[in-house]
């Protein structure tokens, strides 16, 4: 019987494409009554493209701002941290991640090292008051961009903009969901504006957008959505989502690019992080659990 449901899963897998941990995951899957996505890297691609960059003072100059954002960057997993690598690379900038000598992630937020004796914060708002920095710049807001922030001693020394695009398969994966019953609702530590972008982008189909999450925001959301909707699916790629992951009935990672940490904590890995598996797994789980009855 061991060696049957090892043949099982295998062909789940080839059949699939999705790493089903579990028995009992068909008969959760199956019973799934509302679909919970995060944003970067799950709904969009995660491949991020630099708009801008700029240095805010005059404190460091912006080859010395590269360097050391490149750098810290080198030490995340994050999706917008290679980006940002390949952007000082293709200024010329030579990055050096032995010089990092502290490192630290603070989910949903960003990053912290220590580079030549500097302390440095890159991420989003939240990052600034973590740095005890006080000015907020007024970006321009265009509507489809996250700004990122870079802050030492107290002090802004940077801005950028980066933008990213939904995956090809994002909407489809929905409306398929949507046909079967299930809705589908957004969670993201992203901005506001980067989050209605996102919506905007899948045809206004999400039933609900949350933005400015932090990882323990997720689970507090997934256990609100578990109580009013029931069974509750949660897919995402990174370390701010595993927690959210394990609350879930059925947590779904990416297996291609998300975090290792995402992985050993969900239930189901998509292989080909191809979010339009979810549905097809759904209905099949839904076939097999009436015929297992
Ligand atoms: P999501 O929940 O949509 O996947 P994350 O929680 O991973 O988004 O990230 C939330 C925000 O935190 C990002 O939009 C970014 O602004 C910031 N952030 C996280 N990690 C990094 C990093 N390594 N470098 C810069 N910014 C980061
Ligand atoms: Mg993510």
Redo the contacts with the bound molecule.
């Keep these: 019987a061991h060696n049957l449901k090892h043949m099982f899963q295998l062909a789940l897998v080839l059949l699939t494409g999705l790493l089903i941990k579990g028995g009992d995951v068909l008969e959760s899957l199956a019973k799934i009554k509302i679909a919970a996505f995060?944003?970067?890297?799950?709904?969009?691609r995660?491949e991020f493209c630099v708009e801008e960059f700029q240095t805010v003072g005059g404190r460091v100059p912006m080859q010395q701002l590269l360097y050391w954002v490149s750098s810290?960057?080198s030490r995340?997993?994050?999706?917008?941290?290679s980006v940002?690598v390949d952007y000082a690379q293709s200024k010329s900038v030579e990055l050096k991640s032995d010089n990092v000598t502290e490192f630290q992630?603070?989910?949903?937020?960003?990053?912290y090292g220590e580079i030549d004796g500097e302390g440095v914060y890159?991420?989003?708002?939240?990052?600034l008051s973590r740095a005890s920095c006080e000015t907020v710049p007024d970006m321009k807001d265009t509507k489809r961009v996250?700004?990122?922030?870079v802050a030492c001693k107290e002090e802004l020394i940077g801005v950028f903009t980066?933008s990213d695009s939904c995956r090809t398969g994002s909407a489809e994966a929905i409306k398929e969901l949507r046909s079967l019953g299930i809705k589908s609702v957004?969670?993201?530590?992203?901005?506001a504006v980067?989050?209605a972008y996102a919506q905007n982008q899948l045809g206004n189909i999400l039933d609900e957008v949350h933005?400015?999450?932090?990882?323990e925001d997720?689970v507090r959301i997934v256990d609100e959505l578990k109580a009013k909707y029931g069974p509750t699916l949660m897919i995402?790629?990174?370390?701010?989502?595993a927690p959210a992951l394990a609350k879930a009935d059925v947590g779904v990672s990416m297996g291609v690019s998300g975090s290792a940490v995402a992985m050993e904590t969900s239930h189901i890995t998509l292989m080909s992080n191809d979010i339009r598996r979810i549905p097809k797994a759904i209905q099949l789980a839904r076939r097999t659990h009436r015929t297992i009855i």
């Design positions: 995060d944003k970067t890297g799950t709904i969009t995660g810290i960057e995340s997993s994050h999706p917008m941290a940002l992630i603070y989910p949903g937020e960003g990053i890159i991420g989003n708002k939240r990052i996250t700004i990122g922030y980066v957004m969670l993201t530590g992203d901005s980067a989050a933005s400015e999450l932090l990882p997720k995402g790629d990174g370390m701010n989502d």
